[in-house]
């Protein structure tokens, strides 16, 4: 089992900066493949980032690209995806995932608000 808890959301005005943090405990973090996703008020959970197991590969919503970047550092058992020059557009639940294999877990996300 992973467990994993989302932090750093809040209310940021448009342009501004947030920093979401994804601390896993349990299984080895470093083996997972980890995302972010998120989900706005009465619409689908959408991808908004990945990275692989090492940091090597990250790929991006084009939404996002640009703006937002994923890192983790395996050392600490921690993900994070820094956003930039929000908009409020990007208000929505963010979800943290650890994935390998048929291994599949989610956060209890964390909501962002950005204001126009």
């Known amino acids: 089992q992973v467990q994993l808890v989302e932090t750093g959301g809040g209310l940021v005005q448009a342009g501004g900066s947030l920093r979401l943090s994804c601390v896993a405990s349990g299984r080895t973090f470093s083996m997972y493949a980890m995302g972010w996703f998120r989900q706005a008020p009465g619409k689908e959970r959408e991808f908004v980032a990945t990275i692989s197991w090492n940091g090597g590969d990250t790929s991006y919503a084009d939404s996002v690209k640009g703006r937002f970047t994923i890192s983790r550092d395996n050392a600490k058992n921690t993900g994070y995806l820094q956003m930039n020059s929000l908009k409020p557009e990007d208000t929505a639940v963010y979800y943290c995932?650890?994935?390998?294999?048929?291994?599949?877990?989610w956060g209890q996300g964390t909501q962002v608000t950005v204001s126009s």
């Open positions: 995932r650890a994935q390998r294999r048929s291994n599949d877990y």
